[in-house]
């Protein structure tokens, strides 16, 4: 087999029979780095690669063999579990793959050790060919005595061939084990069974014996994932009725499982509205200082404002203990999303030991019914400068170490935070900048940031920044030299930094190119250097800095008054880049923005940004685009209601936030005649369900990011009305 003409997920499979071979070494360590290395390459992150299904009949012996058999069973189940996300994955041909190598693993049903049991009957159900093996399950099922082996053989069962699971009611019943009666409920409630005392009693029976069957494998059932199916199939009302028993509502249940009661309830905030409302006055009385109570506490952040009226006294007692705390930041954090106004006195009083709520104070979170400006506050002004002079002061830097990453990442971020903090308060801030000034050095771009928000132009500061601006790499020397523009109108640093720049590569030839596109009054001295970094010759193989910074480049050129011909070669380049691999998702976007700034000149792009309709993540912006490459036809009235459906069908397909917000965006930006009929019936639908549109959101709440989208939604929705009052800011 020619191994070097199949790819895994680190390029050519060349390494692939060595690990293969290593698998059966005598070296137990060297053989756990095969079977890594394998997981590694072979299904990493839950993708196969064109080399998968070759190297699955090897795996397959092996474990049937006896060689590394659990660890092989496992990575065959997920290399069958992977599910494809475009044309070119070789998804199917990995599943059909371990669904033929399966034969002899068969009999390790009745294996004599219960993993290798539980982990072939839940990699027999990845294949989802329940006519080859769920026979052989069900059988195994009748004569197994472990209750963790029946738990994942129930699950399998249901995978392979849901129908088989209606013969399996009496498994709900008191006589058999709890774990095993919860497993129960969840195959038949997914299979359609009517929900009734005798199912809840299955679904709750493991909270008197503090038991579910092990969490920690993939083939058994958590207790948030039979709540999720009971939401799927009863709707919210009952599910939060189970989750209610689990937090103790019915009575006294232990801390354990409050704490699964809890987790099933962050689950289901994040999948319904209705869920957030009714979960709010369960969880309130839980949250204190206690671990539950600290969970509580973390799905009330979750769910944002509307959870502060019912809270906000609870989480105050846990924030104002003083000291190093963890528990106390992240309830700090939480007033300040929630706009509490003692939680400018208590981060003022403990300000080194609150890291998480200066990040709530320094970065309010986006997209907040009640976002507003960081209120001014003398007693906090004071204490972020004595902290800046702190972090400057030369004994600083012999301080110890943090260790951990938490306190690292921390020791990075604080001086940013910090200045962004001053950065909200803007020339009520100014009396800061020395205290700004002197952090400049190892925080330049938080730092600079604040200096031009102070407005601050003295001597001290303007020498100050020049002196920055010479030395450093270049994102530092852009950073200062933005400032310096913007308080004194001198271009030249941000110039010569630039010119720097452009000799680069990647992100650094990027990052200049974008900033020599706003030096209109220098093309003459940059159109030659960007020229000259286009015609670079590519690498061996294609990055996406590289991809970035050529669109970057040509967008540069166009915007300093040379042709079109550059800028569309590069921009169709990046377009069948998208069509033919799994691309930067944003580089792409950013390909499409930059078409868009071609007009008309952009049409040779029409075909490429037609076909990038289709993908929910560039939707928006390809709608944008050829609106602006081609008005007459797609700027028209009957060209924007055209463009209206495929926006909303993004909309609909999409669970993501960042993906979403613009494609609402996009469609305000349509004439009001285009947002009707299908149109408008399916935004009023999406806006009004209660199953959360955003599941991954772009800050701390998907459950916050969905409020806001519906917000931006009826805001669309109802713009042309008069009685609509505005948002407030």
Not at 87 to 92: F, G, L, Q, R, Y
Not at 711 to 722: A, G, K, M, N, V
Request: with cysteine; charged share 20%; proline share 7%.
């Amino acid at each position: 087999m020619r191994w070097s003409a199949l790819t895994h997920a680190y390029g050519p499979a060349t390494d692939t029979p060595e690990l293969l071979r290593q698998l059966a070494s005598d070296d137990p360590g060297r053989a756990h780095k095969a079977v890594a290395g394998l997981w590694g390459s072979l299904c990493h992150q839950g993708s196969v690669y064109l080399a998968t299904p070759f190297a699955v009949p090897f795996l397959a012996r092996l474990a049937a063999a006896g060689v590394r058999t659990t660890g092989l069973l496992a990575l065959l189940g997920s290399i069958a579990e992977s599910r494809g996300t475009r044309a070119s994955d070789p998804a199917d041909a990995a599943r059909r793959a371990v669904a033929d190598a399966c034969g002899p693993l068969v009999p390790l049903l009745a294996a004599d050790d219960p993993e290798v049991r539980s982990t072939t009957g839940w990699m027999l159900a990845q294949t989802r060919r329940g006519d080859l093996f769920a026979a052989a399950v069900a059988e195994r099922w009748e004569h197994e005595p472990d209750t963790d082996v029946r738990c994942g053989l129930l699950r399998a069962l249901h995978q392979l061939d849901p129908e088989l699971v209606g013969g399996f009611a009496s498994v709900v019943g008191a006589e058999q084990p709890p774990e095993l009666r919860m497993v129960a409920a969840y195959v038949l409630t997914a299979t359609g069974a009517p929900w009734d005392a005798a199912m809840f009693a299955a679904a709750t029976a493991w909270m008197t014996h503090e038991r579910e069957a092990r969490r920690d494998l993939p083939w058994n059932t958590r207790f948030q994932d039979l709540v999720e199916v009971v939401f799927r199939q009863h709707g919210v009302d009952t599910a939060v009725s189970v989750v209610a028993h689990a937090l103790g509502t019915d009575g006294p249940v232990p801390e354990s499982v409050r704490l699964r009661g809890i987790d099933a309830a962050q689950d289901l905030v994040g999948r319904s509205r209705h869920a957030s409302v009714l979960l709010v006055p369960l969880l309130a009385p839980l949250a204190g200082p206690d671990k539950v109570g600290v969970r509580a506490l973390e799905v009330l952040r979750l769910i944002g404002p509307a959870a502060a009226a019912a809270a906000t006294d609870a989480v105050l007692a846990v924030a104002d203990r003083p000291g190093a705390d963890q528990d106390a930041d992240i309830a700090l954090a939480t007033l300040f999303e929630w706009r509490v106004p003692a939680a400018l006195d208590l981060l003022a009083r403990d300000l080194p030991d609150r890291p998480r709520a200066l990040e709530a104070a320094a970065n309010p979170l986006p997209n907040r019914p009640n976002r507003t400006r960081l209120p001014f506050h003398a007693g906090l002004f004071a204490a972020v400068r004595s902290r800046l002079r702190d972090l400057a002061a030369p004994s600083a830097s012999g301080a110890s170490r943090p260790t951990s990453l938490r306190d690292r990442t921390h020791a990075l971020n604080e001086p940013v935070y910090l200045c962004n903090v001053l950065s909200a308060w803007g020339h009520e801030a100014a009396d800061a900048v020395p205290d700004v000034l002197a952090v400049l050095d190892f925080s330049p771009f938080a730092a600079s940031r604040t200096l031009a928000t102070s407005g601050v132009a003295t001597p001290e500061v303007v020498e100050a920044l020049r002196h920055a601006a010479q030395d450093g790499g270049f994102s530092k020397r852009e950073a200062v030299s933005l400032t310096l523009r913007g308080l004194t109108g001198d271009e030249a640093s941000l110039l010569a930094a630039v010119e720097t720049g452009l000799a680069g590569t990647g992100h650094e030839l990027a990052a200049a190119a974008h900033a020599a596109a706003q030096l209109t009054e220098h093309s003459e001295r940059l159109v030659p250097l960007l020229s000259e970094a286009l015609a670079r010759p590519a690498g061996p193989t294609r990055t996406t800095p590289d991809t970035e910074a050529r669109i970057h480049v040509a967008h540069a050129l166009w915007s300093l008054g040379a042709g079109p011909e550059a800028a569309v070669e590069v921009y169709a380049d990046a377009f069948t880049w998208a069509d033919s691999a799994i691309p930067s998702t944003w580089t792409v976007i950013a390909a499409i923005r930059a078409a868009a700034e071609l007009g008309t000149a952009g049409a040779p792009l029409v075909p490429a940004l037609t076909r990038l309709l289709e993908v929910p993540e560039y939707c928006s912006s390809a709608a944008d685009a050829l609106r602006a490459v081609r008005p007459a036809e797609f700027d028209t009235e009957a060209g924007q209601r055209d463009l209206a459906a495929k926006l909303v069908a993004a909309l609909a397909a999409s669970t993501q936030f960042m993906y979403q917000r613009p494609v609402v965006d996009a469609l305000a930006a349509l004439e009001p005649a285009a947002i009707s009929g299908d149109v408008r019936l399916a935004l009023e639908d999406l806006a009004a369900r209660d199953e959360r549109l955003v599941r991954h959101g772009t800050g701390l709440s998907p459950a916050g990011d969905d409020e806001a989208l519906r917000r931006r939604i009826e805001d669309l929705l109802t713009r042309d009305r008069p009685e609509h009052p505005p948002e407030a800011s």
